[in-house]
């Protein structure tokens, strides 16, 4: 079962980030085998390169142990803000970086795995203390209208029960899940609890709020229960 931690919000200032327009946000080869993203604010007539948004900080058997470079998020965040449709332009890959930094932001130690051979774990998040707790995350990229499948809820069910130490799994997509959860016996029980469902709503609302949600800290009042 999931611990339950205290609403405690480690965010950061965002202020002052102004919101990009859509032609603003341009791709560049990045240094974690990822597009870097280079602002384009419509006063300047030059390229800023900015870095990934997550920094490295050092290698464990699971992955790239990383840090959110927090200029970057909220200038993600700001852009897509804009339009949530835009969750498209970015790649499967840098949305498991975008979710990992949202993840170490919210005040976890955040391993981002290998793009292959991960074993079903795009990140994985580590938070110490009276409060502590393990959690293993999957991230889909998807299309609007395209549903996360029910053997991958299935399969990050396996992982979370598997995984040592792991309190709880999630799966964050920028679509959506399938409407019918709540009648599927091995999924239902466990929604809430053992495996949390972030639909895009819910992960825009994360990412603006630059803080660990309810779905995240133990508490279910935006959690997608089909």
Not at 93 to 119: K, M, N, Y
Not at 192 to 220: R, Y
Request: charge should be negative; avoid cysteine.
């Amino acid at each position: 079962m999931v611990k339950k931690l205290a609403n405690d919000h480690l965010s950061a200032d965002l202020s002052a980030k102004p919101a990009l327009e859509a032609e603003s946000l341009t791709i560049r080869p990045a240094v974690l085998g990822t597009p870097q993203l280079s602002i384009l604010p419509e006063n300047r007539k030059f390229d800023v390169s900015i870095a990934s948004v997550v920094f490295p900080l050092g290698e464990v058997d699971e992955g790239q142990i990383v840090a959110a470079n927090t200029e970057v998020l909220a200038r993600i965040t700001s852009y897509l803000d804009g339009d949530w449709s835009r969750a498209q332009e970015f790649t499967a890959r840098q949305w498991e970086e975008i979710v990992a930094a949202a993840l170490a932001q919210s005040g976890f130690q955040t391993t981002l795995t290998p793009h292959s051979g991960d074993e079903g774990r795009d990140v994985i998040g580590v938070r110490e203390g009276f409060f502590s707790m393990k959690v293993v995350g999957s991230v889909k990229r998807y299309s609007p209208g395209r549903t996360v499948e029910y053997d991958h809820m299935r399969a990050m069910l396996w992982i979370q029960e598997h995984e040592s130490g792991a309190n709880m799994a999630f799966i964050a997509t920028t679509s959506s899940f399938p409407p019918k959860i709540s009648e599927d016996q091995f999924i239902a029980p466990y929604v809430g609890k053992e495996l949390v469902l972030i639909d895009g709503e819910a992960l825009q609302k994360w990412l603006t709020a630059n803080s660990a949600p309810n779905f995240i800290t133990g508490g279910n009042a935006e959690l997608r229960k089909g």
